[in-house]
């Protein structure tokens, strides 16, 4: 199964393997990266599950839609150029080793 | 001393959990107790009538928490305990085999769904959409199912409307009201819901009102009769006509209740050692207005808000309501409350697949519908706040 690393905001890094399709979102709850909420669900209708992209296949990233576009914009961390709302991310082979840097909690 | 400056959360939903977080966040190390009365950990109520019902979540997503993460921050969770009475004077709650002491409580106890009597959700083919039970009631039905009549038009009704045309169902929805959607957006909005679904092919009968529920001999529902005579056929009934507030343990213990656990600005009910949030809270709007809003906006918002209350920061409790629902290829996200409006402004171009819809009352801006436009929504958000801001000051 392909692997994402969560880097926490105390610098640890966190590899944890996840289900072809499943998000980030619910792979970083599901293994109590407990900074990320996912208040909505899914939505993309709040921005708690906001997360940097720092490196891994960057390229085989979705590209982002309107809607998170525009949630990003509420996010409670400073937005950056490798923004993402990782419940719009999901997984498969092609993301394989993908980075992800989670922001303090707020 | 801990029994004494306990926080007992009677209820496990969003706003439980949200205000559970938001307190160790901030460092108050005072003991937590969950008390829930479902046998699941506290989850996500939005994808139930969306992603969840379409077969696109697996269960275990919608839990916010894992039940070690509890445990890792001192929170005790319990599920499956009904609390059955509030005792104010010596400050506990009670449950079937136990009493509990608080220092202070909080009530976030929710709603129910209103029931229909000849409709009750116990008959076979019956379902009543608030928790995970009833939608997994709903997928084991599902495939012995080619129709269903939704009673209600209301949001969770037109969701699991539109999810059951996309697994190609006949779909009939049934509304009392000349419009759907009546309580929560204007006519034009209203209008615009109705030909969409009628455009995915679901038949929407407004204005129209059961006259007849016939039964087998089971109890399953064989069809129901419309006052005009009409008869529906459907193998699924969902009924989905709004919901009452779980404020009977606030009105049992002489706390007061007004469609809802009825609070200050500071969120706490008549008696200062008990709050309430979430759906069953009656709150004032800074007119003073009193209004209860079923919302993941407001759990959350009304929860950490509460959390820094007892973290020592009491500040009067003000945000700007938000919601959103999904239907076919349309997300609507409303900003703001409407409640009346004297001018409404196109935003946008009306025939496209994505414009909003300004209203205003008395010049200033009240709130802003949005059909695939994050964009003027996030906008509208801010706006509203600032307007807020505003006028407070």
Redesign the interface.
């Known amino acids: 199964m392909p692997r994402v690393t969560y880097r926490l905001p105390d610098g640890r890094d966190c590899e944890v393997e996840l289900s072809n399709g ?1 998000s980030l979102m ?1 792979g970083a ?2 293994n ?1 990266i ?1 900074a990320i ?10 921005a708690t599950c906001h997360v940097y992209i720092e490196g891994g296949p960057v390229g085989a990233l979705p590209s982002m839609c ?2 998170e ?3 990003l ?2 996010a409670a961390a400073e937005r950056l150029g490798n923004s993402r709302l990782s419940c719009q991310i999901r997984m498969n082979a092609a993301l394989d080793g993908i980075v992800v840097r989670v922001p303090e ?1 707020m | 001393m801990p029994d004494r400056t306990g926080i007992v959360v009677v209820g496990a939903g ?1 706003a439980a959990v ?1 205000l559970a ?1 938001s307190l160790r ?1 901030k460092g108050v190390n005072r003991p937590i107790t969950l008390f829930g009365d479902e046998v699941h950990p506290p989850y ?1 109520r ?2 139930l009538s ?2 969840f019902l379409k077969g696109d ?1 697996p269960l ?7 039940k ?2 509890f445990q890792q921050n001192d929170i005790h969770l319990r599920v499956e305990s009904r609390v059955e009475a509030i005792d104010r004077e010596r400050k506990t709650v009670r449950l079937a085999n136990e009493e509990v002491r608080y220092g202070d409580l909080i009530l976030a106890t929710g709603t129910r769904p209103r029931i229909l009597p000849d409709l009750h959700p116990s008959l076979p083919n019956v379902l009543y959409l608030r928790g995970i039970d009833d939608v997994q009631k709903a997928m084991t039905l599902l495939p012995d199912c080619s129709s269903v009549a939704v009673i209600g038009g209301g949001f969770i009704g037109l969701e699991f409307a539109s999810v059951m045309r996309g697994l190609d169902r006949d779909v009939t929805v049934v509304e009392s009201a000349p419009r759907l959607l009546s309580r929560a957006v204007s006519p034009m909005m209203s209008d615009w819901f109705l030909s969409l679904h009628q455009r995915h092919g679901v038949d929407v009968r407004l204005s129209a009102r059961l006259k007849e529920v016939v039964k087998g001999g089971d109890g399953r529902v064989l069809a129901i009769r419309l006052e005009d005579g009409s008869p529906i056929s459907a193998d699924l009934i969902v009924v989905g006509i709004g919901v009452v507030p779980n404020d009977d343990l606030a009105a049992d213990a002489g706390t007061d209740t007004d469609n809802g656990v009825r609070v200050d600005a500071r969120l706490r009910t008549s008696d200062p050692n008990i709050y309430a949030i979430g759906d069953c809270c009656s709150f004032p709007l800074r007119d003073g207005r009193h209004v209860r809003l079923e919302s ?1 906006q407001n759990a ?1 918002d009304q929860a950490k808000h509460l959390a820094a209350c007892l973290a020592g920061q009491p500040t009067p409790y003000a945000a700007v309501p ?1 919601f ?1 629902t ?1 239907q076919f290829d349309t ?1 609507l ?1 409303i900003a703001g409350l409407l409640r009346s409006y004297d001018e409404a402004r196109i935003v946008g171009d009306q025939g496209a697949p994505s414009y909003s819809i300004e209203y205003l009352r008395d010049k200033r801006l009240v709130a802003v519908d949005s059909l695939n436009d ?2 003027t ?2 906008a509208a ?1 801010k706006l509203l706040a600032m307007e807020m801001g505003a006028a407070a000051a």
């Open positions: 499943q619910e709850i599901r109590g407990g909420l996912g208040e909505c669900g899914g939505s993309a209708m709040c309107d809607d576009d525009a949630m914009e509420e909690e | 969003q949200q977080i966040h996500r939005p994808p969306k992603s979540t275990e997503s919608l839990y916010f928490r894992q070690e993460w993941v959350v938000w959103w999904d997300k996200q994050a964009r929504h996030i958000r």
